[in-house]
């Protein structure tokens, strides 16, 4: 089992920047890939970026790919998603999510889930 907290969400304008953080507890001694989903009112839960146990491979989605980046610091147990050029669109309830095994892209393959923190970018 891994829990996974959410934090750093909030409202900013566009243009502006956001750090989201993932606090892990549980099995996190087990390798596993952290990912960043979010979901906007009346849409699907999308991907929005990946990172591998040890950092080496990351993955985003085309949206945010130059403005947001991925990363993790796995002595701390902490995953981070620093969101810059922030535009309306990407206003979203933001998940973290976590999986023993591979990176994945797609929600379905994510076993551990976060409460989700909103962000609201403002034009």
């Known amino acids: 089992q891994v829990q996974l907290v959410e934090s750093g969400g909030g409202l900013v304008q566009a243009g502006g920047s956001l750090r989201l953080s993932c606090q892990a507890s549980?099995?996190?001694?087990?390798?596993?890939?952290m990912g960043w989903f979010r979901q906007a009112p009346g849409k699907e839960r999308e991907f929005v970026a990946a990172?591998?146990?040890?950092?080496?491979?990351?993955y985003y989605a085309d949206s945010v790919k130059g403005r947001f980046t991925i990363s993790r610091d796995n002595p701390k147990k902490m995953g981070y998603l620093q969101m810059n050029s922030l535009k309306p669109e990407d206003t979203a309830v933001y998940y973290c999510?976590?999986?023993?095994?591979?990176?994945?892209?797609?929600?379905?393959?994510?076993?551990?889930w976060g409460q989700g923190t909103q962000v609201t970018v403002s034009s």
């Open positions: 999510a976590a999986r023993f095994g591979r990176v994945e892209v797609t929600s379905s393959a994510y076993t551990y």
């Open positions: 549980g099995r996190t001694c087990v390798s596993h890939t």
């Open positions: 990172i591998s146990w040890i950092g080496e491979s990351t």
